[in-house]
């Protein structure tokens, strides 16, 4: 589906176009597209014929999950709300998957929603999506307790994969951790030394403050370290 961003409908007539088109109203479809500032083409309008039966969940799923990188994740949502990706997920042309890699692409930063993480406190939720950002999934685990455990805890891994791919670090910048009674300075010297070491944390610890220093601590600037690799 070629061409530029003016093709792609803003994101709340987007939704509004795939709601008429789930009630075989491409009509109204095509209007709320055209309203939201896109070009209906007939490309457009198989693509939606496809995926007008497929759950507003679904897509907002399908959509997070593009807008992280994961299409295979992306399609297998689309398939699950009996939509139609394409010949394949990597599909770039027609139908869904051309649909969605287009406008993701177009507008990277599209509000899509967020994942639901079920009953986590915002608070360890935050905590558990720095972890996620270095990779240390297992400490990520742990703050969702008993609720991480078969294919719920394999969702909530891959969500929180996602969520990392679409909210990049950025190398050099807090990652939010709270450092306990520690000082600044004695955080910026701590996050020197770990920085300057190979992974152990002995020189970034006294630098830290032994007083200040925990478990928490530890796992907190391994986190640093490893996302400024």
Avoid: C
């Avoid at 759950?55 to 949502?77: D, H, K, P, V, Y």
């Amino acid at each position: 589906m070629a061409g530029g961003t003016n093709q792609y409908s803003s994101m709340p007539q987007m939704r509004r176009a795939h709601r008429f088109a789930g009630q075989d109203k491409f009509g109204r479809a095509k209007q709320a597209w055209e309203q939201g500032g896109g070009e209906w083409t007939p490309e457009t309008h198989r693509a939606m014929k496809q995926l007008g039966g497929v759950s507003a969940g679904r897509l907002g799923q399908a959509l997070r999950f593009g807008q992280g990188g994961m299409f295979g994740r992306a399609a297998q949502q689309i398939g699950r709300g009996g939509g139609q990706w394409g010949e394949g997920y990597n599909d770039q042309e027609d139908g869904v998957g051309g649909l969605l890699r287009g406008y993701l692409g177009a507008n990277p930063e599209a509000d899509v929603g967020e994942f639901n993480y079920g009953n986590i406190s915002d608070t360890d939720l935050a905590q558990a999506q720095r972890f996620a950002q270095a990779g240390m999934m297992g400490r990520a685990k742990g703050l969702f307790g008993d609720d991480w455990s078969g294919a719920y805890g394999k969702r909530l891994n891959t969500q929180l994969q996602a969520d990392a791919a679409r909210n990049p670090y950025v190398k050099g910048t807090s990652m939010g951790f709270d450092w306990g009674g520690a000082t600044p300075e004695q955080v910026i010297a701590a996050k020197e030394a770990a920085l300057a070491g190979t992974g152990k944390m002995g020189r970034a610890k006294a630098a830290f403050g032994a007083d200040n220093w925990s478990p928490l601590m530890h796992q907190q600037m391994q986190a640093y370290y490893k996302a400024n690799q």
